[in-house]
């Protein structure tokens, strides 16, 4: 919340101390998260792959692997090969389950891809990276997150 909002909200005393509230709470909100280590709020910024990951998408699940969820996995969460390629098949479950999108990728691509991150220690695309670079891609994921809002 910002401060012009809340002298729009304020009308009379009631509205100005709920206004005030909010704004201190999301103040507060803040600090505490910059306080965080920089890899806890990384992982904070990246908080939408996790979602990603439970539900699965569409279309396009290669791509998300390559650019997103291995780095992510690797980079971000610091996992091992064995535990990020164990979460990248569960994303692929996922999408088959909760979209039908179950055409095969092969668990020897999985490994390399997550191997090569591993080795390279490459970040993950953020949603600025993914809607310049491949915008396709990025309306599946917010398709899958719930639009908008949701990411």
Not at 36 to 54: D, G, H, Y
Not at 62 to 86: H, W
Not at 92 to 101: A, E, K, L
Request: charged fraction near 35%; charge should be neutral; include cysteine.
């Amino acid at each position: 919340m910002r401060w012009r909002e809340v002298i729009d909200k304020c009308v009379d005393e009631r509205s100005c101390e709920e206004a005030l509230r909010e704004f201190f709470d999301a103040m507060s909100a803040r600090a505490e998260l910059e306080e965080l280590p920089q890899s806890a709020r990384r992982a904070e910024r990246f908080a939408w792959v996790e979602r990603l990951i439970e539900r699965g998408v569409r279309d396009g699940r290669q791509r998300l692997i390559l650019y997103v969820i291995s780095r992510y996995l690797v980079s971000v969460k610091g996992m091992g090969v064995e535990e990020a390629v164990a979460e990248v098949e569960k994303f692929i479950d996922n999408s088959c389950r909760n979209y039908g999108n179950c055409g095969k990728i092969y668990s020897r691509w999985v490994r390399h891809v997550v191997e090569k991150v591993a080795e390279k220690r490459w970040p993950p695309w953020s949603l600025e990276k993914l809607r310049e670079r491949d915008a396709d891609l990025y309306r599946l994921v917010e398709e899958a997150l719930g639009g908008p809002a949701g990411i």
